[in-house]
């Protein structure tokens, strides 16, 4: 599996971005679809993920109602839409693709086997 990440950059608090993330090579250990975070000094975070299968999709308590996770099969791309950006929210940010756990999508970056190259989202 193939990630390209894309739509990272520099916005104002309260400002909006779109990530994109193509992905290409599918296989049934890349059922989820997630997108990650991590900030200078800090621990990679799960942010949202979305089961390719069914749509469900799981967000962290940080961006719940301002980060929407989406997918477009047709394109083989997964969207994270992020509104009402704040400085905490300034970190790499990385999209990722594992199988499911339990009939179910986790956070947890050791159970995404697949990584992009991370693109930089910058609020300030």
């Known amino acids: 599996v193939q990630l390209v990440e894309s739509g990272g950059g520099l916005v104002q608090p309260g400002g909006s971005l779109r990530l994109s993330c193509a992905a290409s090579?599918?296989?049934?250990?890349?059922?989820?679809m997630g997108w990650f975070r991590q900030a200078p000094g800090k621990e990679r975070e799960g942010v949202a993920d979305?089961?390719?299968?069914?749509?469900?999709?799981y967000y962290a308590d940080s961006v719940k109602g301002r980060f929407t996770i989406s997918q477009d099969n047709a394109k083989n791309t997964v969207y994270l839409q992020m509104s009402s950006l704040k400085p905490e929210d300034t970190a790499m940010y990385y999209c990722?693709?594992?199988?499911?756990?339990?009939?179910?999508?986790?956070?947890?970056?050791?159970?995404?086997?697949?990584w992009g190259q991370g693109t930089q989202v910058t609020v300030s």
């Open positions: 990722a693709a594992g199988a499911l756990v339990g009939g179910s999508c986790t956070d947890r970056p050791a159970d995404f086997g697949y």
């Open positions: 090579g599918y296989t049934y250990s890349s059922n989820c």
């Open positions: 979305i089961y390719r299968g069914g749509g469900s999709t």
